[in-house]
């Protein structure tokens, strides 16, 4: 027991044998899943595999009817709301660029710092110096720094991506969950997220879900598999996409 | 296979009474004219006698003399000793032939002399008019009879009723006749081993009536006969609190039918479109004011056709609803797909728009919308009271859904309509005119609102705020079901129909109603999709 | 201190604040000692007329604070309103006394005519003034803070929550025309004598209470403008525009939205309050769902999620539906069914969006350019 506990309190993320099921259909079947701190790691699959499902479930938007998922090795998730998961340091980006649209790329990144979340925190707050360097450094990694005043809906659909993932370092996450992060980017665009992504990977944990072979090739890390809901392989890319099975149910078709 | 074969004997039964009766009369004694004009200036003792003959004659038509000596208005003509039925009226009496029934001309105060009757001889009056009416050839006369017994619960009519019983052919009749005996034994100073087997008998069919009799009965009664009265009327109590139950679940079907009728349009709508559209009442309204006019067109120029103007109204009611119902998707709500909450305040603004339209048409009071014959009247089923008009409505709304689900299952439109509202873009791609399918979808939904509204305008006030009642409760019933599930709405709607009417004993229509509405506000609080929720990733978001 | 102000109301918010300020000045000047044959003399029931406008524009603001900063779509805001309307309506008729028809001194008349014996329990308290007060907003408040905490809990969002918002006015409307709740029936509360010991038929009074109304409307804008230039205020923002990412950010949205629909309906029980001793009745036809919806379109018309829109919005629409009323009643349905569907079709962001749309146009050139530099590097 006591070895276990040391086991998982060193994983950033353990998942195990978690199915979720909508209307008799599996969208998670026995899943199990692990990320050590500091690893960054793919996760691929074709339509249906579960990966957005997956995400509900760490995050805490969907309950697990069983399984396991633990953070850190402590914090259960599945009694967990959204709010409480995010505070523990759990960060997601979602699959289409979700920013406000109606604040400053500014304001975006301000609402995203650490900070107090309670409503009369946030009634009385006051903007400081830290809060401002801090954003300035974030505006900076995200390569945002001279559009900080503007609108987030007049951002192109690259850089609200980009909005996006500097809002989750501004939550300053142990764990970042990235869906899709160059869906619909120029190639330029998509060589500069990678980029960001294994800058962003130096001291957090990042899982990035996509689809773009190239691009998870650029990342050049461990990839996991998912088909109907449950790990089908893991390995490096190179690996997987030798494995029979990958072949018949994705790569290859 | 038996029943037909028993009608036929009862009929030939009843002529051979009738033909009994007729040949028997003229070998009586005397006539009935004869009788009657024995009357003139007889003692207590010879009218005693007359009115046993009188009876005798097992003749229903005397019935009225008999009736009119007991009150005291058969006089009889001192000039020529003629007989006749006197009211007050005129200068003196206004007289009327006994026997025919006829006029026959006034008399002064001092030309006619009553003929006198003493209590004894009315007690003989009423059983003579009892037993009379209790041989009448007609059964409905017979049950009357026999049922105002059952009120008077007189012991004097136990006799005549033994012998009709005896006599009696029809079963429901006896039934009847036997209830009213027992009632009158009970009433009686029999011993208690005939008054328990009359318990027995009141408690055969349980209903108020029956309850009221055992609780008079149990008053004074011995402990053995108190008793069996006791059994009885917990047996009956419990019956009837069964049928009260029954006829509540009734009335809950009928409400939750006209719920139904409502929110099905908005389940089509709201449900499956997901449009908020708060005009679906005017629509309803516009239903029952096309009846409205095809009945006043039928009353003005066709009046023969007035039992089919439902049937005229339903269509041109949906078509014009669904018209309607096109225009607005066309005209309004198009641009304002995936805004949800714009689309509920402009379709709001046009619901004040196409009120206040039928307030300048039509005026602002309610307008007259008759039932046809085959709607009115109701009949009876065990211990319920049936009425035609609620027994069609509750057909006519599981008629229009059964309908309703055959096109979306069945049908190519019902098809089209369900990939376009599951997958916009693809149902496009695969060549389906999507634009068309809405304004389709819509008028389908609006039309049926129409269909509605012709019922409904059978059961409520036809007036310009038709629709606002039943706006909230389409919504709440569409929500509750879960939206986007026909099934859903079927419950939902036949569901709160039976709570409230569940609730109303114990608190009152409108505490009812409210209790409802925050039941259904707490229930959302619990289950926010409704009973029927499409549950999965793709509802989230 | 002034840069601070001027922060806080914003540009147009000061010109709202000016006019109001105008307005106070004005018309109890122009009532009082402007010469009744004038055209610049104000009379008596017009003051009143205005007094109530202000309290729409106050209803308008709690609701712009809901709809137009935090999305939620409330169909039963005039519940908050008139529930601070009886909370009100229930002091001035203990003030009534011995003076009733019944002269009845703890009982109000209506109660007198459904023989009752006593008081019932929850109109003890309400011959205090002050506690009336409390009730005013406290009514309303916890109401709101049950009511939201059970939908936001249970994350009933959108057209649900504003469809079980109706269903909760209406269901309160049914509860208020029952004889038997204890606050007039049908004919709800009316007959007011006088308020703290003024009379509420004299003039002064009447002048009074619109000068509170012009003070409370400016105290709500203040208040409604601090909210919404704080960082709950911007937390708000997102919450409406992307409800799913601020929970991930970490914000118990469901808790955000509690404090907001709270404060806004105790804002609407104020207005009401203000509202009943002004026109001298509250009665259940102020719960009916259509006063809500119609309040709504207020807003929408004025501008949602611009606080100087709502205000406009409150006092234009009732203008128009005053002067339609009178001149052709019959119109005036047409004209409001139309201001909806216009409104939603054409003017999504009211009035003052126009306006921003219109000022946006007469942009100098330069900017335009640099707007155009910018797409292109972005392609």
């Known amino acids: 027991m006591n070895t276990l506990h040391k086991e998982l309190t060193r994983t950033v993320l353990y998942l195990d044998g978690i199915s979720v099921s909508f209307d008799g259909f599996k969208a998670l079947n026995d899943l199990s899943f692990v990320v050590e701190p500091g690893e960054m790691r793919a996760i691929i699959g074709p339509n249906g595999a579960g990966k957005t499902t997956m995400m509900d479930v760490i995050t805490g938007k969907t309950r697990p009817d069983v399984g396991t998922a633990l953070f850190a090795g402590q914090h259960d998730l599945t009694k967990l709301d959204e709010a409480s998961i995010a505070e523990l340091g759990i960060g997601r980006k979602f699959q289409r660029p979700t920013v406000f649209e109606s604040h400053t790329v500014r304001d975006n990144i301000v609402l995203s710092l650490a900070g107090k979340r309670r409503v009369f925190d946030t009634l009385f707050a006051r903007s400081t110096e830290d809060e401002a360097d801090k954003i300035d450094q974030v505006l900076d990694t995200i390569r945002l720094a001279d559009r900080a005043g503007m609108m987030a809906a007049d951002l192109s659909h690259g850089q609200k991506q980009w909005l996006e993932i500097g809002m989750l370092l501004a939550q300053d996450p142990s764990l970042l969950l990235v869906d899709e992060p160059v869906a619909g980017m120029t190639d330029a665009e998509t060589v500069q997220t990678a980029t960001l992504l294994k800058e962003i990977a130096k001291d957090h944990s990042v899982v990035v879900v996509e689809h773009d072979m190239s691009f998870v090739q650029d990342l050049g890390v461990m990839v996991t598999v998912l088909h109907e809901g449950s790990v089908l392989a893991e390995g490096s890319l190179d690996r997987v996409s030798a494995d029979e099975r990958v072949i018949d149910v994705y790569l290859g078709r | 296979m038996a029943r037909p074969l028993l009608l036929i004997l009862q009929r030939i039964a009843f002529v051979l009474v009738l033909a009994t009766a007729a040949f028997s009369a003229p070998a009586q004694a005397q006539s009935i004219p004869d009788l009657i004009s024995r009357l003139a200036g007889a003692d207590f003792d010879e009218t005693e006698k007359v009115v046993e003959a009188l009876a005798a004659t097992g003749d229903a038509s005397v019935a009225p003399i008999l009736e009119a000596l007991g009150e005291g208005d058969l006089y009889f003509r001192r000039a020529d000793n003629a007989v006749f039925i006197a009211r007050r009226g005129g200068s003196g009496y206004l007289l009327t032939d006994p026997i025919t029934g006829a006029a026959a001309g006034e008399a002064g105060r001092r030309d006619v002399t009553k003929i006198r009757v003493n209590n004894s001889l009315r007690r003989s009056v009423r059983a003579a008019i009892g037993t009379l009416t209790l041989r009448s050839p007609d059964a409905r006369v017979r049950i009357t009879a026999a049922q105002s017994v059952l009120k008077s619960r007189d012991p004097e009519a136990i006799e005549p009723l033994t012998a009709a019983i005896e006599a009696e052919q029809d079963d429901s009749v006896r039934f009847v006749m036997e209830r009213a005996r027992a009632a009158a034994i009970l009433n009686s100073d029999s011993d208690d081993a005939t008054k328990i087997t009359a318990v027995a008998k009141i408690a055969e069919k349980s209903d108020q009536e029956a309850r009221a009799i055992l609780l008079a009965a149990s008053n004074g009664a011995s402990a053995e006969l108190g008793e069996a009265i006791a059994g009885a009327v917990n047996k009956v109590e419990g019956s009837l609190a069964m049928w009260s139950a029954v006829q509540n679940v009734w009335y809950g079907l009928s409400l939750g039918s006209v719920l139904l009728l409502a929110a099905i349009g908005l389940a089509i709508t709201f449900g499956v479109m997901g449009v908020i559209n708060m005009a679906h009442g005017e629509m309803v309204m516009i239903g029952a004011y096309v009846t409205y006019v095809v009945q006043e067109l039928i009353r003005n120029h066709a009046p023969y056709l007035f039992d089919v103007s439902l049937l005229i109204a339903l269509p041109l009611a949906f078509a014009i609803a669904g018209m309607v119902g096109m225009a607005i998707e066309r005209g309004i709500i198009r641009f304002l797909y995936g805004r949800p909450l714009e689309t509920l305040l402009a379709t709001w603004g046009l619901s004040l728009i196409l009120q206040q339209v039928v307030r300048s048409l039509f005026g602002p009071t309610n307008q007259e919308v008759g039932a046809p014959s085959w709607m009115s009247g109701a009949f009876e089923l065990g211990g319920l009271t049936l009425t035609y008009g609620r027994v069609w409505i509750i057909v006519f709304a599981m008629v229009v859904f059964a309908v309703l689900v055959l096109v979306l299952r069945h049908t190519s439109f019902g098809l089209q309509m369900r990939a376009v509202t599951q997958n916009r873009r693809m149902a496009s791609s695969m060549g389906i005119r999507t634009n068309w399918t809405d304004a389709l979808t819509f008028g389908l939904g609006s039309g049926i609102a129409g269909v509605a509204g012709v019922a409904l305008s059978q059961i409520d006030n036809v007036s310009p705020n038709l629709g606002q009642s039943y706006i909230i409760d389409s919504f709440l019933v569409v929500v509750f079901g879960g939206v986007g599930n026909l099934w859903g709405t079927l419950v939902g709607a036949l569901s709160l129909g039976v709570l409230n009417k569940f609730l109303e004993p114990y608190a009152g229509a409108v505490l009812g109603k409210i209790l409802v509405l925050v039941f259904i506000i707490l229930f959302i609080q619990k289950r926010p999709r409704g009973l029927f929720a499409l549950k999965g990733r793709a509802v989230e978001s | ?379």
């Open chain 3, 1 to 379: 201190m002034t840069g601070r102000f001027l922060r806080l109301t914003g540009t147009s918010g000061l010109i709202l604040l000016a006019c109001l300020l105008a307005a106070a000045v004005y018309i109890p000047v122009a009532n009082q000692y402007i010469d009744p044959a004038s055209p610049f003399h104000v009379n008596t029931a017009s003051v009143v007329v205005f007094g109530k406008y202000l309290c729409f524009a106050i209803l308008a603001l709690s609701i712009d604070l809901v709809w137009g900063y935090c999305g939620i779509l409330s169909l039963g805001h005039g519940a908050f309103f008139a529930l601070g309307g009886y909370a009100m309506g229930m002091h001035l008729m203990r003030e009534i006394g011995s003076r009733g028809v019944y002269g009845n001194p703890i009982l109000p008349d209506f109660m007198v005519f459904l023989n009752w014996e006593k008081l019932p329990w929850f109109w003890h308290g309400f011959d205090q003034f002050w506690f009336a007060m409390g009730m005013v907003v406290l009514v309303p408040g916890a109401l709101a803070f049950i009511f939201g905490f059970l939908a936001f809990r249970s994350r009933v969002t959108g057209v649900y929550l504003s469809i079980i918002t109706q269903a909760m006015t209406f269901a309160l409307m049914l509860a208020f025309f029952r004889n038997e709740m204890g606050f007039g029936g049908n004919n709800g509360l009316t007959d007011f004598k006088d308020v703290l010991g003024f009379d509420l038929q004299a003039n002064s009074t009447r002048i009074g209470l619109y000068l509170l109304s012009i003070g409370a409307l400016a105290g709500a804008f203040l208040i409604c403008r601090a909210i919404v230039l704080s960082r709950l205020g911007k937390v708000l923002i997102a919450v409406r525009d992307a409800e799913s990412r601020t929970r991930f950010i970490g914000y118990r949205v469901e808790h955000y939205k509690l404090f907001v629909f709270t404060v806004s309906a105790m804002m609407a029980g104020v207005a009401g309050a203000l509202y009943v001793p002004q026109v001298g009745i509250i009665n259940p036809g102020e719960f009916a769902p259509a006063n809500s919806i119609e309040a709504v379109v207020w807003v929408a018309v004025g501008g949602r999620g611009t606080l100087v829109g709502a205000v406009i919005g409150g006092i234009g629409v009732n203008l128009g539906k005053s002067y339609l009323t009178g001149a052709l009643p019959e119109v005036w349905l047409f004209a409001l069914g139309g201001l909806f569907v216009v409104v939603t079709l054409f003017m999504p962001k009211g009035i003052l969006g126009l306006l921003d749309r219109w000022r946006r146009k007469q942009i100098p050139a330069d900017k335009a350019e640099q707007a155009g530099a910018e797409a292109e590097e972005r392609a």
